[in-house]
């Protein structure tokens, strides 16, 4: 999967191009690993559903934003445009998006959090989990065996699958033993892939082809 640096419909189309299976957008956030602020749905609509369209069967997600968060009628609407699914903090994520059937549920590990707290989660809805357990002041560094091992520990307590971000700058070499933990996707973001189109489409087609 690939988490899009902007919502742009010519870096979603990089991401295809190269192999994505998934695309993951974002609403109301700034993004610090891609420097990037995002808009509301009404600013971003036109260009999400326009992504979506040429996404095809190509499942695609978003995170509904921290604060603001979007609204239950918004999920509404999303889900009308061809959004799968929305992917969130938990302490960002209202009560009600655990009762909402609209999009599909992904909630995050987070850095500090307990397997406790994601297996509670799951109890109450969850049907994907993003491991995005890395501390923020080790982004952007290479894959360790101790990242593999916490990896391997979530595993051993989901049955939801779970799907690991590039917060650490993750290369195909480190696909083979992220596999051996039993996580289920990974989703490359702006530390892999860059910023621009052509660097989108290389790195999407350096996983894609594993």
């Not at 993004?31 to 509301?40: D, I, N, Q, R």
């Not at 921290?66 to 959004?83: H, N, R, S, V, Y």
């Not at 520990?153 to 195909?172: F, H, M, N, R, Y």
Request: hydrophobic share 45%; glycine share 10%; aromatic share 6%.
């Amino acid at each position: 999967m690939v988490s899009l640096p902007r919502n742009d419909v010519e870096l979603a189309r990089a991401a295809l191009s190269g192999g994505a299976q998934g695309l993951k957008v974002h609403l109301n956030v700034h993004h610090h690993a891609s420097g990037t602020h995002f808009g509301t749905w009404e600013e971003e609509r036109a260009v999400l559903t326009e992504i979506v369209r040429l996404a095809g069967e190509v499942p695609v997600g978003v995170v509904p934003g921290g604060t603001p968060f979007a609204t239950g009628e918004e999920f509404a609407q999303m889900a009308e445009a061809g959004i799968d699914f929305f992917d969130a903090y938990p302490a960002d994520a209202p009560a009600w998006t655990l009762a909402q059937n609209e999009l599909d549920i992904m909630l995050a590990a987070y850095a500090g959090g307990t397997n406790a707290e994601i297996v509670a989660l799951q109890e109450l809805g969850m049907t994907m989990c993003e491991a995005s357990i890395v501390p923020g002041d080790q982004y952007g560094e290479p894959l360790t065996t101790l990242d593999l091992a916490r990896y391997r520990e979530l595993a051993g307590v989901l049955d939801a699958p779970i799907i690991v971000p590039s917060q650490k700058k993750i290369t195909p070499r480190d696909v083979a033993p992220l596999r051996a933990t039993g996580v289920k996707g990974l989703l490359i973001g702006a530390i892999v892939t860059g910023h621009d189109a052509d660097s989108i489409e290389k790195a999407t087609r350096a996983f894609a082809e594993l």
